[in-house]
């Protein structure tokens, strides 16, 4: 990419995973760390740093503006011989000095490094704290797991392959190596394994190996797979599953509710299946009733197969090296399951193809027996078991500040006739179906992202984040933080009192041309929700305006070029002063290209103004001329 087509990807996505901007007055620590992460992060392909742009804070609609690199030779030729001295290897960076808005900016790409050349780190900090990986928008210092993932790609053991201490043969339960047997004779009862001895089994399976004296003895994956209970509460005393049941929606809310837990340990394989009864014997049930069939059938209110595949992704994929259990929360609306360790495959790429295993032999095993895929596609079944059950989608936080993976599934019908009526609080924002789908998520959970918008709606990034900016501009969603981890929570005008109306919105009733208590009637389209409300407050908008203007506006098409659009609206703002969302209607275009391509340009010439310059980001915020036109 070059540095025109940079800028624009950060103006519309903020700095993300392959692209960071800064000012780069010198080749400092932050910009080498950068460089570090692109070249380690796994699979990422490389990134690319734009040096010589700054973030407007202050703005409206913060962006990024050209601020130019004083000596680009110079920076150019000192962060060339940095990357080649400072790091454990040489890195070979592609730099080129460009030019934006006549300033000289310099474009650097870094390639990913070769497996067997990772992990890159600074020579002078040593391992692991030397070593970066680029996790969202920001650089992150390596754990030993991150270690792991460089090493295990240079074909080294893995942590579940090494021997544990003070461990013996006799620690293996025999009832433990039966139940493998019939797990995996139940998926291939041609399997070639099942007719060696035990010893044998546990040898190809990585169970069991030499230690230095030449004795067999079991290793991580061999012990936690079919280790006795006394042999697991010794070795790995909190290697456990916590059931816990908490009265209302919030952890702990008084502190005079206690919560009741359960304590599961066992084998792996039993494990699992004592955790999913465990759930399912508490968990609300959905009554049905089969074609044909006389007698009711309960289900639960989570699909099986998803709550099967979540339970192993938190048993496969946690972090043995960490002293904390798995827990499982059962709130009164949702289910949350957390387990130990931050996903090892970048939060923004959760759910596509291929998979990053902690414990490789372990999974190994695991997929062996069906239990489990090793292709990466447990997310993904996840999310299509729960919108094939009509539930809302399931949410998933690599969180590596706290070291945990949380999934939480809600237990919430989508877009029943209760959504559809609460909906119409927002009526005049003439919400698509994505930003309604996403408006129900952020009621449930309290939070929304740019990941779960395109998990929940199939869209694109930059899709999302333009649809969640409109949202926030409405004043129904409040943006946190920054880049690719940004995430929004809801407002109080969202989630305000059950069944309080919003004071432009109008009630529902079963004439209405709107909303109504019938999930069809909100449309497959991307557009609106109902294109003769579009139409006819578009109509309303022109009936104000005089008659000359008017026919600017009517002649106006869809590739007229952005002065002439700008024209027209500093011509709008002199007649009277205009929302965003008044002027994408009037104008026939998406609010955000209205705000990119014309607003931000407009204020920056000061040939308009906002009506409420101290609170740049008000639901009211509306744009006049400088010069009102008095005629």
Known sequence: MNAYELLQRLNLLDENERIEAKRARESGKSMLETICAFANEPGLGGGWLLLGVIREEMALFPGYEVEGVSHPDKLSADLASQCASVFNQPLRVDIRTETLDDKPVIVVFVPEAMPQDKPVYFKSTGLPRGAFRRIGSSDQRCTEDDLTIFYQSRQQESFDAGLVPDAELDDLDEAAIADYRQARAEANPDAEELRWTDTEL??????????????????????????????????????????????????????????????????????????????????????????????????????????????????????????????????????????????????EHLGEPGSMPRNPTIAAVLHETRFAETKGSGIRAIREAMDAAGLAPPLFESDRGQDQFITQFLFHHFLGEDDIRWLGRFRELHLSDEEARALIVAREA???????????????ALAASAALRKLRDA??????????????????????????????????????????????????????????????????????????????????????????????????????????????????????????????PLLAQKRIVMTLPDTPNSPQQAYRSMERNES
């Open 202 to 347: 546990l040898q190809a399976l990585k169970a069991i190996r030499r230690d230095a004296t030449g004795q067999w003895k079991p290793t991580v994956a061999g012990l936690l797979l079919f280790g006795k209970v006394l042999a697991l509460r010794r070795s790995f005393p909190m290697t456990r599953v916590d059931y816990i049941r908490v009265p209302g929606r919030e952890w702990m809310p008084h502190a005079e509710r206690r919560f009741d837990t359960v304590e599961l340990r066992a084998p792996l394989f039993s494990l699992l299946r004592r955790t999913q009864a465990a759930i399912l014997d508490d968990l609300p049930k959905a009554f049905g009733l089969d074609e044909g069939s006389l007698q009711r059938s309960d289900k639960p209110v989570i699909p099986l197969r998803a709550l099967r595949e979540a339970l192993v992704n938190a048993l496969m994929h946690r972090s043995y090296r960490t002293h904390a259990p798995v827990q499982v929360i059962r709130y009164a609306n949702r289910l949350e399951i957390r387990n130990p360790g931050f996903s090892l495959k970048s939060p």
């Open 446 to 460: 309290g939070v929304i992202d740019n990941a779960t918008y395109r998990a929940l709606n199939k869209v694109d």
């Open 475 to 600: 004043g129904l969603l409040s943006q946190q933080g920054r880049g690719s981890a940004t995430w929004y929570q809801p407002t109080e005008r969202l989630i305000g009192k059950a069944g309080e109306q919003d004071s432009k919105s109008e009630p529902l009733s079963s004439e209405s041309d709107g909303l109504s208590s019938k999930p069809s009637s909100l449309s497959s389209k991307p557009g609106f929700l109902s294109s003769n409300l579009e139409s006819e407050a578009r109509n309303t908008l022109l009936n104000q305006l005089p008659g000359q203007l008017a026919a600017r506006v009517g002649g106006l098409g869809q590739r007229h070029p952005p002065e002439q659009v700008r024209d027209l609206v500093v011509a709008l703002c002199q007649y009277q002063s205009w929302k965003v969302e008044e002027l994408s209607l009037i104008l026939s275009r998406n609010p955000e290209t209205i705000r990119q391509n014309y607003l931000r």
